[in-house]
């Protein structure tokens, strides 16, 4: 990251490969940016959220995503690999979505990424309410049960016709 970037990389959670990623980033002279708070309260996790100014979700192996929703519906901007649900539920306005070729290219995307919302916090922000509509249009229950109610209507009156 440049310089003239403030940053700070806040990771929430726990799993097995923690130890091996706090003893790897003991390692850097970036270690004082770098905070594991291992498995947090789903409670506490909004704190986390409203005090955070984006949202970065460089994972290759979670398929649904469920997380980005919950940062989207936090008004955070998702910078995510364009793949799996990440690729279904971040679109252009409310995050940037990384292509997966190689992994060169991704930190560097990533990186290019940060950079464009840290510069930007006009960007940063519209990202953010974007993100939050969209969860409140398409992934509130409420709504998802509406449109699948929808659905089963149109369903039954193409069989009742």
């Not at 974007?130 to 659905?151: Q, T």
Request: hydrophobic share 40%.
């Amino acid at each position: 990251m440049p310089e003239n970037i403030d940053w700070d990389l806040i990771v929430a959670g726990e799993g097995r490969l923690l130890k091996y990623w706090q003893k790897k980033v003991d390692k850097t002279k970036i270690k004082d940016r770098i905070h594991f708070l291992g498995k947090i309260p789903f409670q506490k996790m909004k704190d986390l959220y409203n005090n955070a100014d984006i949202f970065v979700f460089p994972s290759l192996r979670e398929a649904s995503g469920s997380v980005i929703l919950e940062a989207m519906a936090h008004s955070l901007p998702v910078i995510a690999l364009e793949l799996n649900g990440a690729k279904y539920i971040v679109e252009k306005n409310c995050g940037i979505l990384v292509p997966v070729k190689n992994k060169t290219q991704m930190i560097n995307d990533f990186r290019d990424a940060i950079i464009k919302l840290c510069e930007k916090p006009e960007l940063r922000y519209e990202m953010g309410e974007n993100a939050r509509k969209r969860v409140e249009e398409y992934f509130l229950w409420e709504k998802r049960g509406k449109m699948m109610n929808d659905i089963y209507k149109k369903i039954l009156n193409k069989e009742i016709n």
